[in-house]
């Protein structure tokens, strides 16, 4: 009797609070969530407010709940180590350059951390970060990363919603920094996960190394398009 009168409420308290986050009303959410007093220690609901603040762009009111949560000795989940991760990959979207590094160096350092604690990242997780250090010019943390998912064999487009969004998100904002080499490490990683180019991708990347005078990789690139059943113009 003590669970089905305890497990209907608590799912009952989730459910409440991921409808007000998803409507964007964050104060309302926190009202809410400071009111469970008896379940305010439990990770998921630390885990739905936290990452309402991230979608909101509200960095601050995300790393107070992670106070919060080390002042009350609650323990994170791999999942609350891909919020902070993504939040602070954000923020650094949104600041001068020494603060973006020292941001993104925070996010590297917390997959690190996860990884001591035993809290193993998932592909999003490694998506993310792999993001947020390469297309902001991280470039050496960015490979240190892609050869420990390589040696983990970790699928970087399992549980993506759209791989090829992703990894074109990438490609073209390296492709504009004329960071050649590294779009093609992209695209080779794109192809081994068996997930086809579309036009305007390739299009992007013909451009960017005929900036470079790079026309093998014209070639190259060429060859793809034809095999990917759209031939170049």
Known sequence: MYLKRIFPNYFAHRAILLGLRKKGDISEARKYFDTLTTMTEDIVLYNIMMDGYVNLG??????????????????????????????????????????????????????????????????VTYNVLINGLCVYGDLNDADRLLISVDDCNINLSKDLKSPLRDYSAVINRLCKRTLTTEAKYFFSMMLSDGISPDQELCKVMLNAFRRGGDSSSVFQLLAEMIKSGFPPD
């Open 58 to 123: 509200n960095i601050n009111g995300m790393l107070e709940l992670l106070r919060e949560m080390k002042e009350k000795a609650v323990h994170p989940t791999h999942v609350t180590g891909t919020v902070v991760i993504k939040g602070l990959c954000q923020q650094g979207k949104l600041q001068e350059a020494v603060q973006s590094s020292r941001l993104r160096g925070k996010a590297f350092q917390l997959h690190n951390e996860m990884l001591m604690h035993n809290l193993k990242p998932t592909p």
